[in-house]
């Protein structure tokens, strides 16, 4: 099983249109999550930090659940730019690794 | 923000030589730096942790002999891919993470290399 999985897509979606991905990780002792974006090409960059009360940052909303270790990302009223690969990301404690999920391509259509 | 640079962005070299990318932390110390290879279509994944002063930390599966890192001081990781094959073609992203009162936050990535081997 892999440490981090992620439903690969691709998601094709209309413009304005709200959109869910939804992320699960194998170890328990996971301490940090964070959502990445990655163009093509390009390097990842943070999107938002998980934070376990769910937190909210403009049209994106993050939600994590230890107990089912699920973490998801919300994207509301879609726009062109917003097409890019997610990718869900886990930090294991002390080690401060980051384990990448294998990321969720997002194609939004005019 | 905390930037971090990494050259080349792009490389063609020949089968057998050996190829040098250079992770540099342009406004902040960095005492770990990480490096990852991502094939096309792939994710990244952590090829070792590299330690300012110290030997770097390779995950299970990489071979240390082959990818040589080098962290001689708190701006600057490097990665040697030795005796490059076709197979080694990759994008290699460095990464280096800004430590807040003691707590690891964001990470900040170099623009990544393409290395292509012919």
């Known amino acids: 099983r892999k440490e981090v999985e992620q439903d690969p897509g691709p998601f094709n979606v209309p413009e304005g249109a709200t959109v869910a991905f939804n992320c699960t990780y194998s170890n328990s002792a996971s301490q940090s999550f964070f959502w990445y974006r990655q163009d093509c090409r390009k390097e990842p960059k943070l999107l938002m930090s998980?934070?376990?009360s769910g937190n909210e940052d403009g049209r994106f909303t993050a939600q994590l659940n230890r107990a089912s270790q699920y973490i998801s990302l919300l994207i509301r009223d879609s726009k062109l730019s917003d097409s890019a690969t997610y990718l869900c990301v886990v930090n294991y404690g002390a080690t401060n690794k980051l384990i990448f999920g294998t990321g969720t391509l997002l194609a939004v259509q005019p | 923000g905390a930037v971090v640079s990494q050259h080349p962005s792009w490389v063609i070299c020949k089968s057998g030589t050996s190829v040098k990318i250079e992770c540099r932390s342009l406004?902040?110390?960095?005492?770990?730096m990480f490096w990852y290879r991502q094939f096309p279509k792939q994710s990244l994944m952590l090829m070792a942790t590299s330690n300012e002063g110290s030997k770097a930390t390779y995950e299970q599966g990489v071979e240390k002999d082959k990818f040589l890192i080098n962290h001689a001081s708190l701006t600057l990781s490097t990665l040697t891919v030795t005796s490059a094959h076709p197979e080694d073609s990759s994008f290699y992203i460095c990464s280096a993470r800004l430590l807040t009162g003691g707590l690891s936050t964001e990470a900040f990535f170099g623009q990544g290399t393409r290395l292509t081997v012919v």
């Open positions: 406004d902040f110390q960095a005492t770990t």
């Open positions: 998980v934070y376990s």
